[in-house]
């Protein structure tokens, strides 16, 4: 059964601009969460979609946002890069309520 | 709001001991407490996870326990190897009306260094 994966895995963007993450879960999950992790804040929870629907949001500015597809994929898009956005950006996917297992990252690096 | 603290930050031990790695959060109403590794630079590995019902999973060489009332997980390491090296984390699901609606808050994370 495949990982998770995500796309791209390196990503360096200057400061304004915009940039678009996409992770596919395992086949047969519905849940994917979204996470950043910096070293100064460590990982923090982003949102979670379920059935194309967030069901869930962590405390980030409206530049943050994603979307699920009706193949459980989903995008998270970050709008008017800032400097502090610089992070490993990781997708999880689960079966609700279960063991979540997460891909290897975007590494973004903003400019 | 839950918060989730991980003690020690950072431990360096000779190849064979066992040793334990401790967490501990304020919220006791939790859906799943998960243990994962991190190897630099690359996403989490799932070692274990429990459901709030289990009090201990077990999972070769590893094994957590769950204490929900007094908000503490422990990971304890069987026969430590240096391939064992990595940063551990320790992530709660916070319930929420039956579900953890998938957010896990993650502690800071111990380092484990594992010297042959």
């Known amino acids: 059964k495949a990982g998770v994966t995500q796309t791209p895995r390196y990503l360096i963007k200057t400061r304004g601009q915009q940039v678009t993450l996409s992770c596919s879960p395992i086949?047969?999950?519905?849940?994917v969460s979204w996470y950043q992790q910096t070293p100064g804040q460590g990982l923090q929870f982003l949102f979670e979609?379920?059935?194309?629907?967030?069901?869930n949001k962590g405390n980030f500015p409206g530049r943050f946002s994603g979307r699920q597809f009706s193949n459980s994929r989903s995008e998270m898009n970050v709008s008017t890069l800032e400097l502090g956005d610089s992070a490993l950006y990781l997708c999880?996917?689960?079966?609700?309520?279960?063991?979540?297992?997460f891909g290897p990252g975007t590494r973004l690096t903003v400019t | 709001k839950q918060e989730v603290t991980q003690i020690p930050a950072a431990l360096s031990v000779p190849e064979g001991e066992n040793l334990v790695l401790n967490c501990s959060f304020t919220?006791?109403?939790?859906?799943?407490l998960q243990w994962f590794r991190q190897d630099p630079g690359k996403g989490l590995t799932s070692l274990l996870l429990?459901?709030?019902?289990?009090r201990e999973q077990t999972s070769g060489r590893l094994n957590a326990s769950l204490d929900k009332s007094s908000g503490r997980s422990t990971l304890y390491i069987a026969a430590s190897q240096p391939g064992d090296s990595a940063t551990y984390l320790c992530?709660?699901?916070?319930?929420?009306?039956?579900?953890?609606?998938?957010?896990?808050?993650f502690g800071q994370g111990t380092i484990l260094t594992v010297h042959p």
């Open positions: 919220d006791s109403a939790i859906y799943n």
């Open positions: 429990i459901q709030s019902s289990q």
């Open positions: 979609y379920f059935s194309e629907t967030q069901r």
């Open positions: 992530a709660v699901g916070t319930n929420a009306g039956g579900t953890s609606y998938g957010k896990l808050t």
């Open positions: 999880a996917s689960s079966m609700t309520g279960h063991e979540q297992y």
């Open positions: 086949s047969g999950h519905r849940s």
